[in-house]
């Protein structure tokens, strides 16, 4: 088997594609699915943590809109990526490996804090290491987040395991004409203004020089893939 090209990776995971077939929540047997990917993407040696996102729970856009402030309903998305990460972290450990999540906020109960030391830590005791609670801040993303913490625990790139198997000329699921690129520039993703990720995660990208690579985690493997060198998507680097 092909050694992976990467050392430590940040794998920004779709809060949306958890949602299976319901539509909205956690669906088991999907979280199942991914849990069992990030496995034997560890398994290469690897390491990894993992951000998620919490479209299948709550974006604060959305709920701001219906009658919550953006602050509030930023910080009720921020805890929908809480409640994924422990729902994937007690999968995972169900499946025999160990993980830990920590969270952007104080909540002693629940989670440990983050701290590049304590991600170094358990990345090292091969944990996979889950990071909820976004940024900590309102206004960001988690795909900003992801990026962010790729940055602070000096890992080797980015992976967004999203819907899409890449970033396209223009949303695929609109406009049936758009065209998958296989490469950008940081640059390129910015002034195309592709709504894949957020200008500000890639702007952060750009600056910190950590290429993103997007992809369907729709395709069984295709994280282990990506982490070989290959698979199908789009990379995004200087
Ligand atoms: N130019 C584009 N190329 C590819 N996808 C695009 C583009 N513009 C918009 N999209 C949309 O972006 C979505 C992926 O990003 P989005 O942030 O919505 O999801 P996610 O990160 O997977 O979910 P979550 O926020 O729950 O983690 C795709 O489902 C796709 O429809
Ligand atoms: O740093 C952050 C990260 C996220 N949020 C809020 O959480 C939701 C869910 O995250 P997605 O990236 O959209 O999946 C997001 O819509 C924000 O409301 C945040 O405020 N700060």
């Known amino acids: 088997m092909t050694d992976p090209v990467y050392r430590r990776v940040v794998i920004k995971l779709s809060g949306e594609y958890l949602a299976g077939q319901q539509g909205f929540g956690i669906d088991q047997p999907t979280l199942d699915r991914v849990a069992d990917d990030l496995i034997a993407a560890r398994q290469l040696g690897t390491e990894v943590a993992v951000v998620i996102g919490g479209g299948n729970i709550v974006r604060g856009v959305e709920v701001s809109s219906q009658g919550v402030s953006r602050t509030t309903g930023d910080t009720m998305g921020m805890l929908a990526t809480m409640m994924n990460c422990l729902a994937l ?20 109960e629940i989670s440990e804090l983050f701290t590049r030391t304590a991600a170094h830590k358990y990345l090292a005791e091969g944990r996979i290491v889950l990071l909820g609670g976004g940024t900590g801040n309102p206004f960001f993303t988690t795909d900003t987040t992801a990026v962010l913490r790729a940055a602070e625990i000096g890992a080797e790139a980015v992976l967004k395991a999203t819907n899409v198997d ?25 002034e195309g203004g592709y709504k894949v990720m957020d200008a500000t995660a890639f702007a952060l990208a750009r600056e910190t020089l950590l290429p993103i ?14 982490l070989r ?10």
């Open 229 to 238: 060198g290959g698979g199908h998507g789009t990379v995004v680097a200087g």
């Open 213 to 226: 690579i997007v992809f369907s985690i729709a395709e069984p493997g295709s994280i282990g893939a990506v």
């Open 89 to 108: 972290e007690a999968t995972i450990e169900r499946k025999g490996t160990p993980a830990r999540t920590l969270s952007a906020f104080v909540m002693p």
């Open 166 to 190: 890449g970033v396209y000329s223009a949303d695929p699921k609109k406009d049936p004409t758009a065209t998958r690129f296989d490469r950008l520039t940081h640059s390129q993703a910015i």
